[in-house]
């Protein structure tokens, strides 16, 4: 599923810790926004690893879970795409 992910981490360290993670799940398309397509095996496992770095009492981290339609509706205006990648490359 596509999921947008964006984060506000008051502490430098874990904001960094956040933001490598993240990496090796989407791509970063904006200063504290990931766009990740993710298996609902791969969100759970990211869910319980964000919750490791997250301080619950300072800082906020939102997942948007979109459908295939709400994807095609997303706008962007003046520089960048919306980054799906796809599940599986084909190498010939």
């Known amino acids: 599923?596509?999921?947008v992910i964006s984060y506000d981490i008051v502490d430098d360290k874990r904001r960094t810790k956040i933001f490598k993670?993240?990496?090796?799940?989407?791509t970063?398309?904006?200063y504290s926004?990931?766009?990740?397509e993710l298996s609902e095996r791969q969100l759970m496992r990211l869910k319980l690893?964000?919750?490791?770095?997250?301080d619950p009492h300072l800082?906020?981290?939102?997942?948007?879970?979109?459908d295939v339609k709400a994807v095609r509706r997303i706008q962007v205006l003046?520089?960048?795409?919306?980054?799906i990648?796809?599940?599986?490359?084909?190498?010939?």
């Open 1 to 3: 599923m596509f999921t």
């Open 21 to 26: 993670l993240l990496k090796g799940y989407g």
């Open 28 to 30: 970063h398309v904006q």
């Open 33 to 36: 926004v990931f766009e990740c």
């Open 49 to 54: 690893k964000l919750l490791d770095l997250v």
């Open 59 to 66: 800082d906020s981290v939102r997942l948007y879970q979109l």
């Open 78 to 83: 003046g520089i960048g795409r919306v980054t």
């Open 85 to 92: 990648e796809p599940l599986f490359y084909r190498v010939s």
